[in-house]
């Protein structure tokens, strides 16, 4: 199956920095990457959609202002936690799309805010 | 807006039983339906998906799903567990034709006891 990584695997920061996240097709081009969210014990819960050239779209609810996403190229999508909370700290995860519409998932991302 | 039931939030199997679990959803139009698997500290797995044709889906690990559309179902099978099955599964959903992100159940904990 098609690779999709993230970077860093996991995150501590205080509370009101930014944090950087990072989405990479490895081995394949996505126009379209796939932001969620997954809280404990809880399922995943869509953030945005990522679009390459283009302005992310985001699911209702979701700060664009929070959550800040660019689509630099065909294999990387990067989401930004702007001014971090403590409520902000979760179980971050990307996802991309191959030719065939099956979804890659990557290992996520684990943010913790002080 | 679409929502998936995973009627299971705990199983615990002894090997060897046999598996079903149920996933509902209640988008009535064309659908994807994807089963993922998250095993204990790993990221999310495909097991298997449908698109269109065939409504038995045969998929990773010997598990199976079909798609039965008059009941908006899409339940998981496996006849014989095995101890390593042990883990978080999803069902997802998406509507079909779309580059959208995709619409997850709750999960269901699954545990064999060897």
């Known amino acids: 199956g098609a690779v999709v990584s993230q970077h860093p695997s996991w995150v501590i920061c205080k509370s009101g920095t930014s944090v950087k996240i990072e989405c990479r097709s490895l081995?394949?081009?996505?126009?379209?990457m796939f932001w969620y969210r997954q809280f404990p014990k809880q399922s995943l819960m869509l953030m945005a959609t990522s679009n390459e050239g283009s302005k992310a779209t985001y699911e209702q609810g979701v700060e664009k202002d929070k959550f800040l996403i660019n689509h630099a190229s065909l294999t990387l999508s990067t989401l930004t936690v702007t001014s971090a909370h403590p409520e902000d700290s979760s179980f971050y995860i990307c996802?991309?799309?191959?030719?065939?519409?099956?979804?890659?998932f990557g290992p996520g991302t684990r943010l913790l805010v002080l | 807006a679409q929502s998936v039931s995973q009627h299971n939030h705990h199983v615990i199997l002894s090997e060897a039983a046999s598996l079903e679990l149920g996933c509902n959803y209640s988008?009535?139009?064309?659908?994807?339906l994807f089963w993922y698997v998250q095993y204990p500290g790993q990221h999310l797995q495909l097991l298997l998906k449908?698109?269109?044709?065939?409504?038995l889906v045969k998929g990773i690990k010997g598990f199976e799903a079909e798609f039965i559309k008059s009941k908006f179902s899409f339940n998981l099978r496996k006849p014989s567990v095995q101890w390593s099955d042990t883990a978080e599964y999803f069902c997802a959903v998406k509507e079909g034709g779309g580059a959208d992100g995709l619409t997850f159940g709750k999960g269901t904990h699954l545990i064999i006891q060897p």
């Open positions: 988008y009535g139009g064309t659908v994807n």
């Open positions: 996802s991309a799309p191959t030719s065939s519409g099956t979804q890659y």
């Open positions: 081995d394949f081009q996505a126009t379209t």
């Open positions: 449908y698109f269109s044709g065939d409504p």
